[in-house]
């Protein structure tokens, strides 16, 4: 699904797609009603250097070449100062940079205040995950991978401007979208904000950490999905992939996870970033893999042991420093509030499929 | 004018030998280094102990950029490809990198290397003002550098060279090594302090006898504006690395929400000296600069008093403009006032670069080593310089901040700046220092695998950067594979280069020609000198009887004239023939 990002390769493979920058040297595609405009403030900059550059060069090179030294040759008496001259070259330069700082200015405005009636969406980010809670209370249950994780996807609605309302659980990171020209940091106790209206529905945009948060930092990452606004009239539109399974606008499609628990705890996996310090393949990560790790016995940092059960699971996501296995340290937040009882019971019904003893339970046991 | 002291000649005898000749054995010699406070011997013992922070802080890029060349992949069979180093030891080694090469290495390179070997030689003094508070700075920086390195030894620090809170106040299991990493810094600040008090004595007080202000050296100015910052602008780091120290070891809320501090306070706390610190980086390479091109191209300084100001400019300007590495975190007002500050910063050192380059017109420019690291600069910090443009301008910035644009901007600045001028200073300045000439033809191979490889590390950096890769990462998207190998092939030309410097320098030492004392043909006071200079530096004190840069109308010291010829004196013009009589 994520191959369809690409937006280099497909450049390097010189792809029709109208967007994007030729050879990698310019700035990834314009998706937002704000790129266009960064851009042509970015391309004016990149000529103005170019100039005063090949001019300071070419001369520089120039006169190096011209007045290279040659034996018993003086160099030429000429002035050493020239205040006319300098004072173009003083106030000159002055006189441009003032017209980019108010050029600049006004763009930033745009970017930073979100014009009225956007969607709002309560954006957490946490080591190492982001969670989008939209206005209706639904929350992702899809995932893409970037740089080698798994990592959830958010759906925003084409043509329409979204508002994000972000804070963070532990540390700063910072929410940036390279093909939405715009990036804010976010914050422990406080709220900062961030807007931008996509305009084409079915591209997909890369979501990054920019601000270094740690061991995961540079896989704390997400995926954006552009989808229509709404349903027009006669069905839903075709070719997006999550109006398939079920009806209504683009946010009642994230609703209410129905599925069966181990199937939602498997989702929950990836969309809560569990996955960023468990593995479920038995290597060991920031925090002990899942695998086979229900219904075993567990060394606990201060010398107690423990039996992994549905009540020590429970446990360790709503109190995690409350027993530390041993041999890791207390890295992880606290997942109270941020998961419903359904939620905390879909994960360790999926922890316990991933061992023996629980899968044993969970065949003996009545579906649900 | 030209009598000399009588302290000077109640020296005679005891301190016309070389400041090198050993004083006896072995380790006579090591502990009259050790207790000198001879400024050449603490700008020598600076100068090593620099590059071997610079040796440490390169091994460390090094490894980033190995680590960089393929991304982490997992395989449908579960192999993972494309990892030397997990994430945690990755984020140890930038973090490393960076508080190494700021702390250990660039803050301290020139000023205290070349600046303390050349300062009282150039303003034709026999020592700084504070000799013993100058070796108790190396000192300082030593055991600074010995503290930061036991955070290293246990296991490192993984917060990055600025030790954002609240990551750095709460990370687990790190505690000791953020502390001892702080408190190395803490201490690291002091020397810095100590210098910089040094110098700004030094300049006021022991200049020669006609030496005007506007009689010295471009490089004296870049000095004296650096020491000022490092006295200004020093103590508010050392007060910000306590407070992060007492909130991590006491849980005193300063930076922490969770205690009831706030986390952008630190950023402006850091950056407040941090932004000044940049320019302690920049401005003795500005300084060496001027130097290079007046020398090497025998002209008078363009605009000498605008080069000359535009350093103090800097240096005020300089402080007002700390808040331009918020503009994603503080509100509109806090980023346009900062915004339009940092504009204003950016004309003292486009002056500079104007000047430099109308210097070279009409010259006599010889291609030697150090004229060719001098015009590198012209061209690295040109691309430093401009690419700040677009970080100024706010809503590009919005895009750009914490990207690879910034890392590319920063090492064009840091390195393509401060670090091209030193390479080229220490040429300029190793006969002087060590009396033995280096290898031509090797600083030339040297000098050109170093710009190649600079250029081809750092360049693909601006393009990755405006295509959107943040930095600080150990993996990537596979979008941006060959900017990164692309960047690491030039860190290897990279190292080639400054391999080819060290042995030239080597042999230099152990087998290079016997150097006169002004090989160059300079004109500012310490090419009266011998190379070596003798321990109380002059036989006689100086007196001034011409300007560093009246290349129009002097025959430098200790050269022959034939190989100097001068211009046509200008008849009429009564002022250059007086002074050249003077």
Redesign the interface.
Known sequence: MISTLAYIPELLLASAAPQTIKLGVGLSRQSSTLAANHDLLFWFITWLCVFFFVLLMGLGIFFTIKYRRRPGVPQQRCVAHNTPLELLWSLGPLVILIGIFFWAFDLYMDAHVAPAGAEEVTVVAQKWNWSWTYDNGAATREFANVANTDVPVFAVPAGKPVKLIMTSRDVIHALYVPDFRTKIDVFPGRYTTLWFEAMEAGEEHYLFCAEYCGDQHSQMAAVIKVLEPGVTAGGPPANIPWQDELYGDWKSRMAFDDRPLKEVGATLYITKACNSCHSIDGSVGTGPSWLNVYGSEEKITGGTTVTVDENYIRESILVPAAKIVEGFSNQMNSFQGQLTEREIMALITYIKSLSEEGRVELEAAPAE | MTTTTAHDNGHHGHHDVSYLKPKGGALVTIWDWMTTIDHKKIGVMYLFATLLAFFVGGVFALLVRAELLF????NAA?DVTGQIFD??TY?RLFTLHGAVMVFLFIIPSTPAALGNFLLPLMIGAKDVAFPRLNLLSWYVYVFGSVVALIAIGLSGV?T?WTF?T??ST????EHWQVVFMTLGVFILGFSSIFTGMNFVVTVHKLRAPGMGWFDMPLFVWAIYATAIIQVLATPVLGVTVLLLTLERVFQIGFFD??LGGD??LYQHFFWFYSHPAVYIMILPGMGIMSELVGVH??????????VAFSSMGIAAISFIVWGHHLF??EG?LV??IF??LT??V??PS??K???W???????????NTPMCYA?AF??TF??GG??G??L????????L???YFIVAHFHYVMMGGAVIAFLGGIHHWWPKMFGKMYDERAGLLGFTLVFIGFNLTFFPQF?MG???M???????????E??HQASTIGSWILLAGFLVHLGAFIHSLVAGKPAPANPWGGLSLEWEAESPPIEHNFAHEPVIHHGP?D??DVVPPHCDP?D?????P?ESDSVAPGKHAH
């Open positions: 991304p982490t992949v997992t579960g994430p945690s984020n993984d990055g954002y609240p990551y709460s990370t687990e299991g929400p969770a986390p952008v191209a025998r002209k008078k300084i363009f605009g000498y008093r605008a994603t975190s509109e980023s346009a915004s339009f504009f204003l950016a004309i486009a002056i670069v104007f000047n380059v109308a210097t070279l017109y009409k010259g006599s420019i010889a291609i015009l012209l061209f040109s691309i401009l690419t443009i677009y100024g301008a706010l809503a590009v910035d919005l895009h901040h914490d990207t393009l405006a295509n959107g943040p930095r600080r990462y150990a993996t990537y998207v596979a979008d941006y060959p900017f840069y290349f129009d034939a100097y010829p001068l211009p046509e200008i």
